[in-house]
T-cell receptor, first 114, second 115 residues
Framework: QKEVEQDPGPLSVPEGAIVSLNCTYS??????FMWYRQYSRKGPELLMY????GNKEDGRFTAQVDKSSKYISLFIRDSQPSDSATYLC??????????????FGKGTLLTVNP | EPEVTQTPSHQVTQMGQEVILRCVPI?????FYWYRQILGQKVEFLVS????????KSEIFDDQFSVERPDGSNFTLKIRSTKLEDSAMYFC?????????????FGAGTRLSVL
């Protein structure tokens, strides 16, 4: 079983739709959960992060973590064409010593059509 | 807004040549990382660096790779003898201290093409 699994899509939605992006993971040591947005041939841009379980909201974006199911989600409300990008989930453990490496999903390619 | 800066944006090299990829992390960050992304694949961890030493490295980070913080602002990745399979996007990341040290900010990347 892969450490982090993410449906690569592609996912195509009309403008204004609610988008749901998901990842599952197998490593129970993961405590920090991040969502990054990546445009083609660019670096990952941090969208949101969550520590442990629960929900976090930031504008049109909501991140959810269910550690009991090892499942995380990112919801985008009122999606816009500018949201079109690849969305990467990433996770890390608490870190022993000085290590906080991220383990990434493969990314979901999202297109929001005007 | 502070950002991680990487140079060059694109590096073309011949197989067997040495390359140095450069990064300027966010100024008050103390944890530094290199990742790579082969076209169409996941972003993969290479190495983490803290307090002037490597704290962890992946299986990919073999003897051909090295990292250095030559001064107070730069963080470099050196590949001694490049192979075709080293062609990828290389991302530098940094994170702050304290409760946010797990939160990493990435640069725009260097695209390395090995011919």
């Amino acid at each position: 079983q892969k450490e982090v699994e993410q449906d690569p899509g592609p996912l195509s939605v009309p403008e204004g739709a609610i988008v749901s992006l998901n990842c599952t993971y197998s490593n129970s040591a993961f405590q920090y959960f991040m969502w990054y947005r990546q445009y083609s041939r660019k670096g990952p841009e941090l969208l949101m992060y969550t520590y442990s379980s629960g929900n976090k909201e930031d504008g049109r974006f909501t991140a959810q973590v269910d550690k009991s199911s090892k499942y995380i989600s990112l919801f985008i409300r009122d999606s816009q064409p500018s949201d079109s990008a690849t969305y990467l989930c990433a996770m890390s453990a608490m870190g022993g010593g000085s290590n906080y490496k991220l383990t990434f999903g493969k990314g979901t390619l999202l297109t929001v059509n005007p | 807004e502070p950002e991680v800066t990487q140079t060059p944006s694109h590096q073309v090299t011949q197989m067997g040549q040495e390359v140095i990829l450069r990064c300027v992390p966010i100024s008050n960050h103390l944890y530094f990382y290199w990742y790579r992304q082969i076209l169409g694949q996941k972003v993969e961890f290479l190495v983490s660096f803290y307090n002037n030493e490597i704290s962890e490295k992946s299986e990919i980070f073999d003897d051909q790779f090295s990292v250095e913080r030559p001064d107070g602002s730069n963080f470099t990745l050196k590949i001694r003898s490049t192979k075709l399979e080293d062609s990828a996007m290389y991302f530098c990341a940094s994170s702050p201290t304290g409760s946010l040290k797990n939160i990493q900010y990435f640069g725009a990347g260097t695209r390395l093409s090995v011919l």
